[in-house]
């Protein structure tokens, strides 16, 4: 079998080249790179929930939780542990190996809240779960205090290329997101990040994005590609979501680049039928998120999953798998 090496020395060129290749060519490689490095049948099962909702100050023009925006949602406050915790019982007895805690928060601050958020991760973990959490920016210090109450891993989208998001986001920078990052693959976190597609950005952008995340050492453990879903009140309300194929195109990219990091076929998920979800995964998705809600919107249909699951023979992955950096 051909060999795919795991490199971070990729060249825009090469990114470019890749991601413009005839889309059947491009969906088989990534197909081969897969059944090389990951577990062909086996897919992660996160669950997400929002322990804080609504209420933030940053712009993100996606974002059903700025307060910028008048979208309707049910803002409410750092919710307690024990309702945390309880709900991430609910989500391993569903079947979730990984539990996604999002706070609406433009960054983390030293109080009580923290403290609060410490004692979720502590707790979860105890359940054998994975935990991620997603709580804005992080000093390297609160990223140790993460880690040492036992976080797996910080999701911290990049969203879109350095040149187009200033476009989408005008309260922080491109590089207040990389900063967070390392603080967080410093404390021995690994990464969770990755985009959205259906900002109205170019492939130009698609493929900087791309490269970015394909050029860290080591690559992110964890690549959510994100579809946007459009929120009544937000800038991006009538964006054009991204079709099946731009999907697929970007998460085929994204396996070949990362060979061992796990693709998750994020939000946006609920608009695939079965088959396009089916062809995702052959393009080298292997983790979703289970549960009827993402943070603010509907997900698919647990037992839609489980059918889909049955249907294509496909495997939960177990908690912990492969989780180490490349
Ligand atoms: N406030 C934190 C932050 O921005 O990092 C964490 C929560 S934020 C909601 C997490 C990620 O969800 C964003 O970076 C974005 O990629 C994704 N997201 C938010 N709203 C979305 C939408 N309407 N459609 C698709 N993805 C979305
Ligand atoms: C990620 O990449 N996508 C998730 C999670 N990480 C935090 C969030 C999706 C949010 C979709 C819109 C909503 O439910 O508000
Ligand atoms: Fe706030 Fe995160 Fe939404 Fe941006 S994406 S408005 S930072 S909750």
Same mark, same amino acid.
């Given at each position: 079998?051909?060999?795919?090496?795991?490199?971070?020395?990729?060249?825009?060129?090469?990114?470019?080249?890749?991601?413009?290749?005839?889309?059947? *060519? %491009?969906?088989?490689?990534?197909?081969?790179?897969?059944?090389? =490095?990951?577990?062909?049948?086996?897919?992660?099962?996160?669950?997400?929930?929002?322990?804080?909702?609504?209420?933030?100050?940053?712009?993100?023009?996606?974002?059903?939780?700025?307060?910028?925006?008048? !979208?309707?949602?049910?803002?409410?406050?750092?919710?307690?542990?024990?309702?945390?915790?309880?709900?991430?019982?609910?989500?391993?007895?569903?079947?979730?190996?990984?539990?996604?805690?999002?706070?609406?928060?433009?960054?983390?601050?030293?109080?009580?809240?923290?403290?609060?958020?410490?004692?979720?991760?502590?707790?979860? *973990?105890?359940?054998?779960?994975?935990?991620?959490?997603?709580?804005?920016?992080? !000093?390297?210090?609160?990223?140790?205090?993460?880690?040492?109450?036992?976080? !797996?891993?910080?999701?911290?989208?990049?969203?879109?290329?350095?040149?187009? =998001?200033?476009?989408?986001?005008?309260?922080?920078?491109?590089?207040? *997101?990389? *900063?967070?990052?390392?603080?967080?693959?410093?404390?021995?976190?690994?990464?969770?990040?990755?985009?959205?597609?259906?900002?109205?950005?170019?492939?130009?952008?698609?493929?900087?994005?791309?490269?970015?995340?394909?050029?860290?050492?080591?690559?992110?453990?964890?690549?959510?590609?994100?579809?946007?879903?459009?929120?009544?009140?937000?800038?991006?309300?009538?964006?054009?979501?991204?079709?099946?194929?731009?999907?697929?195109?970007?998460?085929?990219?994204?396996?070949?680049?990362?060979?061992?990091?796990?693709?998750?076929?994020?939000?946006?998920?609920?608009?695939?039928?079965?088959?396009?979800?089916?062809?995702?995964?052959?393009?080298?998705?292997?983790?979703?998120?289970?549960?009827?809600?993402?943070?603010?919107?509907?997900?698919?249909?647990?037992?839609?999953?489980?059918?889909?699951?049955?249907?294509?023979?496909?495997?939960?992955?177990?908690?912990?798998?492969?989780? %180490?950096?490349?």
């Amino acid at each position: 079998m051909e060999s795919y090496p795991i490199r971070h020395d990729w060249s825009r060129a090469e990114v470019e080249a890749l991601y413009h290749r005839p889309l059947l *060519r %491009l969906i088989m490689e990534a197909a081969a790179v897969h059944q090389q =490095y990951q577990r062909p049948g086996e897919i992660q099962t996160c669950t997400l929930l929002s322990i804080k909702t609504g209420g933030c100050p940053e712009d993100c023009a996606y974002c059903a939780q700025s307060v910028r925006y008048q !979208t309707g949602i049910e803002v409410h406050r750092l919710l307690d542990v024990e309702a945390v915790v309880e709900a991430a019982r609910q989500a391993k007895a569903a079947g979730a190996t990984r539990f996604c805690m999002g706070a609406a928060w433009r960054e983390v601050r030293n109080n009580r809240d923290f403290e609060k958020v410490l004692q979720m991760v502590r707790e979860v *973990r105890s359940l054998g779960l994975e935990v991620c959490a997603t709580l804005g920016m992080l !000093t390297p210090e609160q990223a140790e205090a993460l880690k040492e109450a036992g976080l !797996t891993a910080y999701n911290h989208n990049l969203d879109t290329s350095a040149s187009y =998001y200033s476009e989408v986001i005008t309260t922080r920078t491109y590089a207040d *997101r990389l *900063r967070t990052l390392s603080a967080a693959r410093a404390a021995g976190l690994t990464l969770c990040t990755g985009g959205i597609l259906g900002l109205g950005e170019s492939d130009a952008d698609r493929i900087d994005l791309l490269h970015t995340l394909a050029t860290l050492q080591p690559h992110p453990e964890s690549v959510p590609i994100n579809a946007l879903v459009p929120i009544e009140g937000t800038p991006l309300e009538k964006s054009r979501v991204p079709t099946v194929w731009e999907m697929v195109r970007v998460i085929a990219t994204a396996r070949i680049l990362m060979p061992r990091s796990k693709v998750r076929l994020a939000a946006g998920r609920e608009r695939l039928s079965a088959v396009e979800q089916a062809l995702c995964f052959v393009a080298g998705a292997n983790s979703i998120f289970l549960g009827e809600k993402l943070l603010t919107t509907p997900n698919a249909a647990i037992s839609q999953d489980q059918a889909l699951f049955d249907l294509l023979g496909i495997e939960p992955m177990t908690a912990f798998a492969e989780t %180490l950096p490349a």
